[in-house]
């Protein structure tokens, strides 16, 4: 029986957080190295937290987990983290709470479910402990899960899960952008896990076994995401897609596609996409094809489940808001 200081907690206001997918448009991998990136919000996939005091130990309710938070799975190693520290950073109690979890980011995708669920648990508790929570301690709060689940993030899936607008990000400062064009964008799923871990090491190793050229590809992927950014803020969106390919071919020379994501890539642009290339960690995860209308966009999504992707989202991107149209 719940005591009598127990009822009104439980009967008490749900504190409600939540985030958002997103996708980088230019520059993984080469902004672990000090280049910008380029990322865009992908709020049409949402992750939702909605944290509840009820008698007991601490408490998550998901699909891929639900019971005491202490004994879960490895695999909820960062959602626990970013639980611990913002319990204690909100002084909130250690037990008595129970956090349910929603959402359609997949993990391990590439698509930021990581930082998505994060951020989501972090306004979640903030708002139960009816806290303002301010940038800098989402950011931090962020991290501290993010860490856990990628090692040394950039801090661009933290910001970018967060951003409602496209973000150029560069040594850990991210600036919005204008968003002056319009179009349609085709996230595919590879089907297979994302390696940001793995994919980060192999371009360290790149880099060690050939300096000179490993110098070169993180200059030339920066540079696309600053002209990326200028082409965006324009209305270039042809540019926007030549470049995308041209990070692409990149991306592969440094051995971070695979060869699920080359057969989907090389499928979109085949179907009639402005450009295409693999997006976040990659060695797996997402693709992504950048489409004018959304008939090509249907057109290209078909053609990218035709090669192998095992979902499509088509995710309308332009001045106003990012909602398929
Ligand atoms: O796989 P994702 O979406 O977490 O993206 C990783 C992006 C990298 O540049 C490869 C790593 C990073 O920390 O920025």
Excluded: N
């Amino acid at each position: 029986m719940p005591t009598s200081e127990e009822e009104p907690q439980r009967d008490g206001a749900a504190g409600r957080g939540s985030a958002h997918a997103k996708v980088i448009l230019f520059g993984e991998h080469a902004v672990v190295h000090g280049a910008p990136a380029l990322a865009l919000p992908i709020d049409t996939l949402g992750i939702d937290a909605v944290a509840r005091y009820r008698s007991g130990p601490l408490r998550l309710v998901s699909d891929i987990y639900t019971g005491d938070l202490a004994d879960a799975p490895d695999l909820l190693d960062s959602p626990r983290a970013v639980v611990t520290a913002a319990i204690a950073a909100f002084d909130l109690p250690v037990d008595g709470i129970e956090i349910t979890v929603t959402g359609e980011v997949p993990p391990a995708r590439g698509l930021g479910s990581s930082a998505a669920v994060a951020g989501a648990l972090a306004r979640a508790l903030a708002d139960l402990a009816g806290r303002e929570l301010g940038d800098e301690e989402y950011l931090e709060l962020v991290a501290v899960g993010e860490r856990v689940a990628h090692g040394a993030p950039s801090g661009l899936d933290a910001h970018a899960t967060a951003a409602g607008a496209p973000i150029i990000f560069e040594a850990g400062v991210a600036r919005v952008l204008p968003h002056r064009t319009s179009g349609y964008l085709v996230v595919a799923d590879s089907g297979v896990a994302g390696r940001t871990r793995r994919a980060v090491a192999s371009v360290a190793t790149f880099l060690e076994r050939h300096p000179v050229r490993g110098a070169a590809l993180m200059a030339g992927l920066g540079a696309l995401a600053q002209q990326g950014a200028l082409d965006l803020v324009a209305g270039r969106r042809e540019q926007v897609g030549a470049r995308m390919a041209e990070a692409q071919g990149m991306l592969r020379e440094l051995g971070v596609s695979s060869p699920e994501l080359d057969r989907i890539v090389d499928a979109a642009l085949a179907a009639g996409a402005l450009g295409a290339k693999l997006t976040g960690g990659g060695q797996g995860g997402c693709a992504i094809a950048l489409v004018a209308d959304p008939e090509g966009a249907a057109a290209v999504a078909e053609a990218m489940r035709a090669a192998g992707a095992v979902a499509t989202w088509i995710h309308r991107i332009g001045p106003s808001d990012g909602r398929a149209g």
